[in-house]
């Protein structure tokens, strides 16, 4: 048996030296850093997985907008129309919830028809006053009567508002950006 063994450590004494090494190194590593010595300098990019983290340092996913936080989107539709006067409607997702249902009544969009306009920022700066969603449209070809509603079923929704408008025949085109403010 020692005759063996003697000539197995005389096979492999580079990989168990190997080895010794290794786990000496991780075993010296474990004992000798002190807490909270490794940082953003010590860590690659993309290396860090979900399990790794606190669940406190995980974003929260539901947590509504805040009184007085704007968040900002675009929007964008494009679509044929068969015949002339035809409805359409698109929804828009919210990146988080609203702290209340957003109605038709809370809903502006910013165009040179409309008399009542609570909306005072532009296409390429979205602001909202609170508790009111501002839609800025840099464009709507083929489209008209282009109107904001609660949605779904324009009853209203923490999640979201949608477009609507009647489309003439042929191509038509809906863009723009939009603010929401937490009330």
């Not at 936080?69 to 006067?85: C, F, H, K, M």
């Not at 165009?111 to 839609?135: H, N, W, Y």
């Not at 609660?150 to 999640?159: C, K, L, N, T």
Request: with cysteine; proline share 6%.
């Amino acid at each position: 048996m020692p005759s063996r063994l003697a000539s197995y450590i005389r096979s492999h004494h580079v990989a168990l030296l190997a080895l010794f090494l290794a786990l000496g190194g991780t075993s010296y590593a474990a004992a000798t850093l002190p807490k909270d010595s490794v940082g953003t300098t010590q860590i690659k990019d993309g290396q860090v997985q979900k399990a790794d983290l606190a669940k406190s340092a995980l974003p929260t996913a539901s947590a509504p907008v805040r009184s007085g936080e704007t968040i900002r989107g675009v929007l964008g539709s494009e679509g044929q129309s068969p015949q002339p006067n035809s409805q359409f409607s698109d929804a828009v997702s919210f990146q988080a919830p609203a702290p209340a249902a957003v109605d038709s009544d809370h809903i502006d969009v910013d165009t040179l028809e409309e008399s009542e306009d609570r909306c005072a920022g532009s296409a390429t700066t979205p602001t909202a006053p609170k508790g009111v969603v501002c839609i800025y449209l840099t464009s709507h070809s083929g489209a008209q009567d282009v109107a904001g509603v609660g949605a779904p079923g324009f009853e209203g929704s923490r999640y979201g508002f949608a477009l609507t408008w009647t489309a003439q025949s042929g191509d038509h085109a809906i863009s723009g950006t939009w603010a929401y403010t937490g009330q």
